[in-house]
C-alpha cells in the first residue's frame, strides 16, 4: 500500500522538476535569441535611416523588429511566444516576448505558465559630421556618460574606459590609487565588513560592494559640444590635450 501511493507521486514530482527545468531552458534561449536579434537590428540601424537599400530589413520599425526576432526564435515544442510589445523608437530597438509554456500534465490543475522576456539595444547609428548650411564648418563633437558631470574629448579617457580590480574589505584598508590617496566607500552601494569582495578603480578613490553599481558602469555617446555648455571638460582629458 505504501509503495502503490509513494511510487505516483515520486514520478509525478520528477516529471515536476524536469518541466520546471526544461521551462527555464526555454526561457534562457528565447532571452538570449532577443538578445543576438536586438544587437543585429541594432547594427542595421544606420543603414535603415542612411542607406535604405543596404539595409538587410529595410527601414527599422516595430513590426520589422518584431518580425525579424520572432524568425530567429529557436523552435521549441509546447511554447507559444508572442511579440507584440516590440518597438523602435528613438533610436532604440526594444524587443519584447511574451511567452506561454504548456506542462506536459497538468499538476495541481496547472497546465500552463506564462513567462516574458526582453532585450533593449541602442541603434548603432555611427556618427557622420555634416557640414553647416551657412559656414561650411563641422561642429566639434565630444563623448558623455550617463551622469552627465563633465563631457569627454577622448573616448578612451580611462573615466570613460574603468579598469576593475577586485579586492576585499581588509586588504582596502591598506591600498592606495594611482595619485596615492586612501579607498572611501561608495555612496551608491555599501562596503560590508569581513572577507567580503570589493570593486576599485586605480583612478578612483571609492571602493564598490557590487560590481553592477551605477558608479562603475561608464556609457560614454557623442554630442554636440553646443549642447553639453553647461558641462565643464573632463580634468584627465584637459590635461591630455594640453
Given amino acids: 500500500m505504501e509503495a502503490a501511493f ?8 520528477l516529471v515536476l522538476l524536469i518541466s520546471l527545468m526544461d521551462m527555464m531552458r ?3 534561449r528565447v532571452t538570449l535569441s532577443l ?10 540601424g544606420y543603414a535603415a535611416e542612411k542607406a535604405l537599400g543596404e539595409s538587410p530589413v529595410g527601414k527599422l520599425e516595430g513590426a520589422v523588429c518584431a518580425a525579424y526576432a520572432a524568425s530567429k526564435l529557436p523552435k521549441e515544442a509546447r511554447t507559444e511566444v508572442s511579440l507584440t510589445g516590440s518597438s ?10 511574451a511567452g506561454v509554456y504548456r506542462f506536459p500534465v497538468s499538476f495541481f490543475g496547472i497546465s500552463r505558465v506564462k513567462f516574458q522576456a526582453a532585450a533593449r539595444v541602442h541603434a548603432w547609428t555611427g556618427y557622420r559630421a555634416e557640414e553647416d548650411e551657412h559656414s561650411g564648418k563641422t561642429e566639434e563633437m ?6 552627465r558631470t563633465v563631457y569627454h574629448t577622448y573616448g578612451d579617457c580611462s573615466h570613460l ?3 576593475i580590480v577586485c579586492t576585499n574589505a581588509r586588504r582596502v584598508r591598506d591600498q592606495r590609487n594611482e595619485s ?3 579607498y572611501h566607500a561608495c555612496p551608491y552601494c555599501t562596503g560590508n565588513k569581513g572577507d567580503t569582495v570589493l570593486y576599485i578603480t586605480p583612478q578612483g578613490d571609492r571602493y564598490h560592494a557590487e560590481l553592477s ?29 594640453a
Fill in 6 to 13: 509513494a511510487v505516483p507521486v515520486f514520478f509525478l514530482a
Fill in 142 to 147: 565630444v563623448y558623455v556618460a550617463d551622469r
Fill in 26 to 28: 526555454v526561457h534562457t
Fill in 180 to 182: 596615492g590617496g586612501k
Fill in 88 to 97: 523602435y523608437r528613438k533610436h532604440t530597438v526594444e524587443l519584447r516576448a
Fill in 213 to 241: 553599481c551605477s558608479a562603475l558602469r561608464r556609457t560614454g555617446r557623442l554630442v554636440k559640444k553646443s549642447e553639453v555648455e553647461d558641462l565643464s571638460v573632463c580634468s584627465r582629458c584637459a590635461a591630455r590635450g
Fill in 161 to 163: 574606459q574603468l579598469t
Fill in 35 to 44: 538578445n543576438q536579434s536586438a544587437k543585429e537590428l541594432g547594427m542595421y
